[in-house]
């Protein structure tokens, strides 16, 4: 009997802990399939990461696994009825990565803001335009900032958009379940009922939640619509949640002034409508990889793996 199957990147501390921890690490990175469904059967433990789909085919004759773990927040590539259906633990490494998302948030609503990236994209051309045509901006302070998932990551961005002296509106209808529980009593954040509300009233909007059928394209055309013109919208949670080409009408017909995208609906997203759009930043799902988050997901979960197969 195996230990750890490990078939997705994970720092190289977290393997450490597990084989320090007395837990025999098998490497499968880079196996195809067939190769990881053989190797399974003597496992009792999978350690994946988001992305990489873990369901019924995979793990059919995987009858000593008692715990499937993601160095990653997010799990909407597991499939999570069948894994509870069959008794088995499933970790995922929640927290690990909650201040470099917050962080990017923060960074994005003043780019947008400020408009840095146009002003860097023309320096970079050459362009050094007159003091009275340079992009004007605007600041950050006192603007009304609307948090869609109020969760672990939706509430240190709370904390962090507050320090700038703006209102905090968020919406969560799962709000009992926060993480940061000291937000709710305090004035910090207001709590609206409806997502319409939330849209109508926010200069800048920030999505913090997971892919779930409820949360699929949460965001389209509709949306868009009950927003400011002025105000911008930005993705951090999955790309499904926003419906693509509904957000790249609402930029290229400037319903809305513009948006910040980390995640897609399809990725790699060499080919997403939002490419090219001058109002959209975008970057290839960066928000969670700074090299101190990958550390703190795989050795938050490679310790709840060791905590389980120890105890």
Same mark, same amino acid.
């Given at each position: 009997?195996?230990? $750890?199957?490990?078939?997705?990147?994970?720092? %190289?501390?977290?393997?450490?802990?597990?084989?320090?921890?007395?837990?025999?690490?098998?490497?499968?990175?880079?196996?195809?399939?067939? %190769?990881?469904?053989?190797?399974?059967?003597?496992?009792?433990?999978?350690?994946?990461?988001?992305?990489?789909?873990?369901?019924?085919?995979?793990?059919?004759?995987?009858?000593? +696994?008692?715990? $499937?773990?993601?160095?990653?927040?997010?799990?909407?590539?597991?499939?999570?009825?069948?894994?509870?259906?069959?008794?088995?633990?499933?970790? !995922?490494?929640?927290?690990?990565?909650?201040?470099?998302?917050?962080?990017?948030?923060?960074?994005?609503?003043?780019?947008? +803001?400020?408009?840095?990236?146009?002003?860097?994209?023309?320096?970079?051309?050459?362009?050094?335009?007159?003091?009275?045509?340079?992009?004007?901006?605007?600041?950050?302070? =006192?603007?009304?900032?609307?948090? $869609?998932?109020?969760?672990?990551?939706?509430?240190?961005?709370?904390?962090?958009?507050?320090?700038?002296?703006?209102?905090?509106?968020?919406?969560?209808?799962?709000?009992?379940?926060?993480?940061?529980?000291?937000?709710?009593?305090?004035?910090?954040?207001?709590?609206?009922?409806?997502?319409?509300?939330?849209?109508?009233?926010?200069?800048?909007?920030?999505?913090?939640?997971? +892919?779930?059928?409820?949360? @699929?394209?949460?965001?389209?055309?509709?949306?868009?619509? =009950?927003?400011?013109?002025?105000? @911008?919208?930005? !993705?951090?949670?999955?790309?499904?949640?926003?419906?693509?080409?509904?957000?790249?009408?609402?930029?290229?017909?400037?319903?809305?002034?513009?948006?910040?995208?980390?995640?897609?609906?399809?990725?790699?997203?060499?080919?997403?409508?939002?490419?090219?759009?001058? !109002?959209?930043?975008?970057?290839?799902?960066?928000?969670?990889?700074?090299?101190?988050?990958?550390?703190?997901?795989?050795?938050?979960?490679? =310790?709840?793996?060791?905590? %389980?197969?120890?105890?």
């Amino acid at each position: 009997m195996s230990d $750890v199957l490990v078939v997705a990147p994970i720092h %190289e501390d977290a393997l450490q802990l597990m084989r320090d921890s007395g837990l025999g690490v098998t490497d499968a990175r880079g196996k195809s399939p067939d %190769e990881v469904r053989e190797l399974l059967k003597t496992h009792r433990a999978l350690l994946g990461r988001a992305g990489v789909k873990i369901d019924d085919e995979l793990l059919a004759e995987a009858r000593n +696994l008692r715990v $499937v773990a993601v160095g990653s927040v997010g799990m909407d590539s597991l499939d999570l009825p069948y894994l509870y259906s069959r008794g088995l633990k499933v970790f !995922n490494a929640a927290g690990g990565n909650r201040n470099a998302v917050a962080e990017l948030a923060v960074g994005n609503a003043i780019a947008l +803001l400020r408009q840095t990236h146009k002003a860097n994209t023309d320096l970079h051309k050459g362009i050094w335009p007159a003091m009275f045509d340079r992009p004007p901006g605007n600041e950050l302070w =006192q603007k009304t900032v609307g948090i $869609v998932g109020l969760g672990d990551i939706g509430s240190l961005a709370a904390r962090l958009f507050s320090a700038f002296e703006t209102t905090v509106i968020a919406y969560d209808p799962y709000v009992r379940y926060v993480y940061d529980a000291s937000l709710r009593p305090t004035p910090m954040v207001e709590m609206v009922r409806t997502l319409d509300e939330l849209l109508r009233r926010s200069d800048l909007i920030t999505v913090h939640v997971p +892919l779930t059928d409820e949360t @699929f394209h949460m965001f389209s055309a509709e949306q868009f619509k =009950q927003m400011k013109p002025t105000a @911008f919208f930005m !993705n951090y949670s999955r790309g499904k949640v926003v419906d693509e080409p509904a957000l790249a009408d609402a930029l290229e017909t400037q319903q809305i002034a513009g948006a910040a995208i980390d995640v897609f609906e399809v990725e790699p997203a060499t080919d997403s409508v939002l490419l090219g759009l001058p !109002n959209c930043i975008v970057t290839p799902h960066i928000a969670g990889v700074p090299r101190e988050a990958m550390r703190r997901l795989g050795m938050t979960v490679a =310790q709840r793996i060791v905590n %389980e197969l120890t105890s």
